[in-house]
């Protein structure tokens, strides 16, 4: 770490060179608490696995140990030597910019191409980089043949190859790991981000990874090319008023849904590209998580878990499918209850001995809404279990899987009742009062609930408590892949911790580890961080913009107005989404993504949906039903089926007309394609003369 | 040629090693026939680029000449010695499948690998391979800077590295350009044709080429797994002759017809895999006709024309796009011209005294048909000149863009009427004998035309002329690429041949071409094969099932037995096609092809649309609507919206739920990738160590 002439390709790494306890410890990349009951032989075992050679399946980290009271957890912090973590960044195929500015997977020979003559090497990687490679040199400590299970723990068997931060993860012997905030990047990113006009979406790919980044740029350019227009013709056509132009409008904002979505795909995919993730396949290495046979791997022949894909696809159409339809309708009969129930009550009320009084009526949208929210959380659960079981290779599938399972049901919830007052009372004006209230609720809610209300409770826990940290921590939610996707199990976490005193009592078989400084900060920072929130991914941010997106381009025909307070909320909700991250939850694990996922797959269908309620809305619209008297009722809907197949072509010509890359993107893929194509040629070639060379040569024919 | 022990690596290669007169020549895979007016030194000056070393731009082949009268055009026969066509083929980057039966990049060095140990390296390629590169030799021969016109023809001006047998060919100073049958192995592929149940799909590819093979394997698929199922649902349909049943057969149609189009995209990616096309691209190199400054390729470095992609897609968009729209608004309002026309003349004709008969109510009918036809014709020049201006890099992008123009306009013209008879005049039963009337004229119509009237055309031209193949050569369309896709331009063939006799009157500067022998049957079979007709590409056999699938599936629900008819025509127009390709047309030059491009869409839009037609018949079907007598017109219309969206959300998920690659095709081309990433990574470390070990070693941070 300190030497600085080290060349970089010749020279045989010695990973023991910064073990040395008297060196200065580099920074924590992650910090992983053990459960007070854990046996210490377990976590000797353990470390030693952390520092061990790689040719003993062990991870060669570096590791100390936090100070911390008899009887409380063990905390331990894991960091890497520099070189460790470059070499590592290799293996890994991590991409990054070299001096000629393109994209390309960092070879640690190369080094010099990607950190310039006068770079320090230190600066290659970002601190998120930095964590990303830690924790999967973790989640890859991997069981052997001669650890049958966990020292002391008989029962918790493991299978060889299995990744063992993962089996102590899910036995709840680990309780919760995740990586520190770094104060001075953290403020320099803040301050930029709460007060430029554009998003720092670079910086923030930086600190908190590619998934956060892209939901940034998502809603930045969801706000600012398609809210802000839309926003500008619905006040006209507020102002304006008339009946006439609603349909123009109307079509205009389909048509710009249409467009925005494509265009969004092709940005999307600009970023991955830049950010070098748009590579990523199902066929990449596997999450942790995934479970199969230890077999090599078909495509790289390295030794990972197989699963066979068709009993993923039977399990997803032959098990989860039906059951999440079975949900779906219980959650549609449920609705139908309510409103029937409603309609009763309502009808029960006009007679004034039935004893029903109008606050009475109230009751089944109120019972609704309680059930809506309490049903909600179990099918979180049974989504995200479904989803596991199914096994999926990569986070993204997992990710992408779990999303359409939430998605459908909370369209269901979140927009049936709408289309029941739309199309089969028939209401306009009740809808227009539905939607305004909805919207408005839906964006001060979430404010509150993301922002104000942590920062409440917060200020309130500071004061009674000075050592406030420790005791706020009590049940938490520890995802296995630093992400919200994960298992969603439920660990019980540590419920005191040190107070940077020095306590003689560890135990003997931990005294190897060597201990952090007393005066070190990081100890302090470790408990502090490991007492806030878990960030559960993107999907919560990404559901709200979702359903906003529902409300003001499904009913757009009766409530043109939308778009501005939609307009409005973003401007605050993207300020209020980066105060969290900055400053409310435990820093994120940065995840790489190469596009939005099953969320476009979301959007678009939304989007081919409001052609259709859209045009239901105008053909039910008596005003609109004024414009043509003459026409007979059937005549009067096969005219708005007829516009709805015509804007259904129009999406399909504008999807089919807008190719998903942009060329240039399409023409550095193919590049990079070609050139690895000849090189593979070369290697043959160069392969086969020196066998030829060594064999005497044979006629052909 | 005739060396059996040449070792493939190291030694020189010496081009002229063949061109010895006494030589035996090698079969000739493209016979050249020149203008008869064409100065010989031009011929002569073509000659030596052609047999030229290609450090001076030649192509270095092997060229006879025909024994030809004198005032007729003389006839050229190009061949390459085995050794020049295996190195031509790796610089092409055909794929072979080696000895462990994977498909990949030819590599000289590597032959071993490919023919085996005991394998003649003379098997394999294909003749149609060899044919393949013996073309895109020719066509690879650039002007150089020395070379302003050719010789003779000061205003034929030509820029630095335009092809000069395309410029030639545009200028008609070539007039055909054919390879040649190769008897043996059509007559072993004709006869396991012919009788054999199943196609030969792998030896019709090794023969005709990809996109002819493709075209019979999908043409096959449609027949066995689509219409035969659904000719036996159709015949039960109709015994049971219940309109009740109706619906749940046009249901089962249109989902057997997404799925159908699903799997087949499918099953065409795993031929694409097999037959080494899948990773064909719109960047692949570029088609002769493509043309552009001469610039660096981008990708591959080598110097090709390149043309902005910008300017293309304006071009598609801003000019040829309108042009299109308005000729199919014009063909939709002659149709309908033609249908007011005789409802007027239908409706004097109930007036004994206008002296209209029933014979004249016809003539809209017969006007409106012949005026379709000849339309026709000037419309496909017109789409494939717009095409043409277009500019599209490469081959499939052109057939892609010609074929929808095509398709769109036949489209109209073959199913508007039928759509104005169910849905405007609402007549079940004209529209059902419209229907079997079209069907049986186009089936019984197409294999007479394709296959009897040729035949007959032949037997007739046989008798009165014992040497009839110079006799019955005059007009010829030439392709520019050796496919229907082609310029279009006429160019007038020569219309006498030699008989086989020695004229000494070959013009002096023609005298260095050595002349076949006088007795090789080769040159009766040029002239013989240059009589033929050209086939102009798979797009009207296409073009004929796309139409039949329309009659079949668009309108299934007035008459389920279509496909039953259409099944029996398909079994017969295999046979017919393979006939026809077998003996009647000259031998296609192979074409590459990844799948059945604009064919897929066109096909899958016409299965969208048959969703909203048999929804449409069953709604305005009198016997349907005699079911359901409580509902209200309007009511009816919306059941049946439902439904057809219902059926169009099913088909959007199966579209989403079906990968478009088996997954095995899946991991192999990942496989692939890794591995040339691989070789590319390993390569660019051993630069590095390179350069760093020439280089003194600088201290980086």
Same sequence: chains 1, 2.
Wanted: with cysteine.
């Amino acid at each position: 770490m300190t030497s600085p002439e080290v060349s970089f390709v010749d020279d045989v790494f010695d990973f023991t060179d910064s073990e040395d306890a008297d060196a200065p410890f580099p920074p924590t990349y992650m910090v992983v608490r053990f459960a007070s009951s854990l046996q210490p032989r377990a976590i000797a075992w353990l470390v030693d696995k952390v520092r061990g050679p790689r040719s003993h399946g062990g991870a060669e980290l570096l590791v100390r140990r936090q100070h911390t009271e008899p009887g409380e957890g063990v905390i331990l912090h894991v960091s890497a030597s520099c070189r460790k973590l470059l070499e590592l960044a290799e293996d890994m195929e991590l991409k990054k910019r070299d001096q000629a500015g393109l994209m390309r997977e960092f070879l640690f020979a190369h080094l010099r191409d990607f950190v310039g003559e006068k770079g320090s090497r230190e600066d290659l990687l970002t601190t998120a980089e930095r964590q990303l490679i830690v924790r999967h040199e973790l989640d890859n400590i991997r069981a052997l043949s001669e650890d049958p299970s966990i020292p002391g723990y008989p029962n918790f068997r493991m299978y060889e190859g299995q990744s063992i931060v993962q089996v102590m993860m899910h036995r709840a012997l680990i309780t919760a790991m995740y990586p520190l905030h770094d104060e001075e990047s953290l403020k320099r990113l803040s301050t930029k981000w709460y007060y430029s006009k554009v998003q720092p979406i670079e910086d923030i790919r930086l600190y908190f990874g590619e998934a956060v980044a892209l939901y940034f740029k998502f809603l930045d350019f969801y706000t600012i090319k398609l809210l802000l227009p839309l926003a500008i013709v619905g006040v006209l056509q507020m102002v304006l008023s008339t009946y006439e132009t609603l349909p123009f409008f109307c079509i205009c904002n389909v048509i710009a849904v249409t467009v925005f979505l494509e265009v969004w795909r092709r940005r999307s995919n600009e970023s991955a590209f830049q950010w070098g993730t748009i590579g990523m396949t199902s066929l990449d290495e596997p999450r942790p998580n995934f479970h199969g046979t230890m077999m090599r791997d078909t495509v790289t022949g390295r030794l990972l878990p197989q699963f066979p894909r068709r009993t993923t696809s039977i399990r997803m159409y032959c098990v989860s499918l039906p059951i999440v339809v079975v949900c779906l309708f219980l959650a549609f009969l449920v609705m139908l209850a309510s409103f029937y129930a409603e309609e009763r009550l309502t009808q029960l009320a006009k007679d004034p001995e039935s004893g029903v009084t109008s606050l009475t009526v109230m009751l089944p949208s109120v019972v609704y809404s309680i059930l809506v929210y309490i049903v909600n959380l179990y099918y979180r659960q049974l989504a995200t279990y479904l989803t596991e079981w199914e096994n999926h290779r990569t986070q993204s599938q997992f990710e992408r899987h779990r999303v359409i399972k939430l998605v459908a049901f909370e369209f269901v919830n979140t927009f049936m009742a709408l289309f029941y007052i739309a199309f089969v009372y028939q209401d306009m004006d009740m809808l227009r009062y539905q939607l305004a209230t909805m919207l408005i609720i839906l964006q001060v809610v979430n404010n509150a609930q993301e922002a104000v209300l942590p920062l409440v409770m917060r200020c309130l826990s500071k004061v009674p408590s000075p050592p406030r940290v420790p005791e706020s921590s009590s049940v938490r939610t520890v995802s296995s892949a630093g992400d919200g996707g994960g298992s969603g199990l439920r660990y019980r976490g540590l419920t005191r911790a040190s107070t940077n005193e020095l306590y003689p009592g560890v135990p003997e078989v931990l005294q190897g580890i060597p201990e952090l400084e007393p005066d070190d900060p990081r100890q302090r920072q470790a408990l502090a961080e490991g007492a806030m929130d878990v960030y559960e991914g993107t999907y919560d941010d990404y559901l709200e913009v979702f359903i906003q997106f529902g409300y003001v381009f499904l009913f757009s025909a009766v409530y043109p107005q939308a778009a501005l307070w939609a307009l409005l909320n973003n401007l605050m909700e993207s300020r209020v989404d980066a105060f969290k991250l900055c400053r409310l939850f435990q820093r994120p694990l940065a995840r790489r993504v190469k596009d939005t996922g099953a969320w476009q797959r979301a959007f678009e269908a939304v989007g081919a949906m409001s052609i259709m309620t859209n045009c239901g809305l105008l053909c039910v619209s008596p005003p609109m039903r004024r414009l043509a008297p003459d026409l007979s009722p059937t005549q009067w809907v096969l005219r708005w089926v007829a516009v709805e197949h015509l804007l259904m072509g129009v999406r399909y010509v504008l999807h089919q007309a807008i190719p998903d890359k942009p060329e240039w993107v399409r023409v550095a893929l193919a590049k990079l394609n070609y050139q690895s194509k000849q090189a593979l040629r070369k290697e043959r070639a160069l392969k086969r003369r020196m066998s030829s060379r060594r064999s005497p040569k044979k006629p052909l024919d």
